[in-house]
């Protein structure tokens, strides 16, 4: 079935630094990529999206690319700062009416 | 502010009990979703619906039941709760005219079946 791989499970960076999450999709038919950042004890919430017919995204001090082709797309963050400590998801939708969610990262920003 | 809520936000109960989680939701969206969230696998759909007359089966359906009772509200039962249904729900919902489903979540419902 239609499957989602995120990677890697946990990520530690120092305050500055730069984080990269990536993820695989299965379905070539779909066209939205967005990602969620999930703060410790709260909801998912949208941070970026991207659309197939774009390959880059960018918004302050993250980024978001997909590569149709090889069915992958990344999330980047730079100049890293404790408050992006989160949980962060990827997901793909999948036919018109579903999202297909990511395994989730565990970012942690030490200062 | 639109607001998507759940009830109740913690729920202890026992094995072969029958329990509900309910959420409502202001955006006026005709969308919603039950997800369930487990260390190591994220987000799983439950069951999603449509309109008051859809309900769809999703990744992990087996073992709960929805009710949508109106377009603001979804319910999530479990008929006879089992301990690996100890999970957080977070019921979701979307706009059908955003063509690309952002989905915006509930504050969640800590469940723990002893």
Known sequence: ????????????????????????????????????????????????DIRSNVGEKKDQRIAVTLNKTAKHFSLHITETQPEDSAVYFCAARINTDKLIFGTGTRLQVFP | DADVTQTPRNRITKTG????????????????????????????LIYYSFDVKDINKGEISDGYSVSRQAQAKFSLSLESAIPNQTALYFCATSDPLDSYNEQFFGPGTRLTVL
């Open chain 1, 1 to 48: 079935g239609e499957n989602v791989e995120q990677h890697p499970s946990t990520l530690s960076v120092q305050e500055g630094d730069s984080a990269v999450i990536k993820c695989t999709y299965s379905d070539s038919a779909s066209n939205y990529f967005p990602w969620y950042k999930q703060e410790l004890g709260k909801r998912p919430q949208l941070i970026i």
């Open chain 2, 17 to 44: 009990k029958r329990i509900m989680l309910e959420c409502s939701q202001t955006k006026g969206h005709d969308r919603m979703y039950w997800y369930r969230q487990d260390p190591g696998l994220g987000l799983r």
